[in-house]
């Protein structure tokens, strides 16, 4: 593992994640992950550091509450976030990783339509 870094499209928000060189993503298909054709790597958060842009995020909540979509307020990409499913974790977009960075070796759907049913179903994988 190493740390990988990425961020927004305009560079407001930057950040690094220790990382494997290549991952098995997670594609996930509830209502705003399939609108932003998001790609999931979830980490701990020991693992994700904020390196520029705390205070250019805007934050997005609905639902449970739980997740807090973070968002450029300048470009408007989600870099990164806290998922429902690790809300003491992050998960990185890996979409926005720098170019090279990694390689995404395999992508899983996580069934997010149906949340509870795909999250006990994929409990410990997470
Ligand atoms: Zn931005």
């Known amino acids: 593992m190493s740390w990988k870094t ?8 930057r950040f690094a994640v ?8 997670r594609e996930c298909n509830c209502s705003i992950c399939r ?14 550091r904020l390196r520029r842009g705390a205070d ?6 609905f639902n449970t509450g ?6 450029c307020s300048i470009c408007g990409v989600k870099s990164f976030y806290v998922p429902r499913s690790k809300p003491d974790g992050y998960s990185v977009n ?16 996580f069934d997010g339509q149906h949340w509870e049913e795909a999250f006990a179903a994929s409990r410990g994988a997470i």
Do not use: N, W
């Open 94 to 109: 890996v979409r926005c990783l720098d170019d090279g960075q990694m390689r995404v070796t395999s992508v899983s759907l």
């Open 56 to 61: 250019k995020l805007t934050t997005y909540s």
């Open 18 to 25: 220790l990382a494997p060189d290549a991952v098995e993503a």
């Open 6 to 13: 990425g961020g927004c499209h305009c560079g407001a928000v």
């Open 35 to 48: 609108m932003t054709g998001y790609l999931h790597l979830i980490v701990g958060q020991e693992r994700f």
């Open 66 to 71: 739980t997740a807090k979509h973070y968002f």
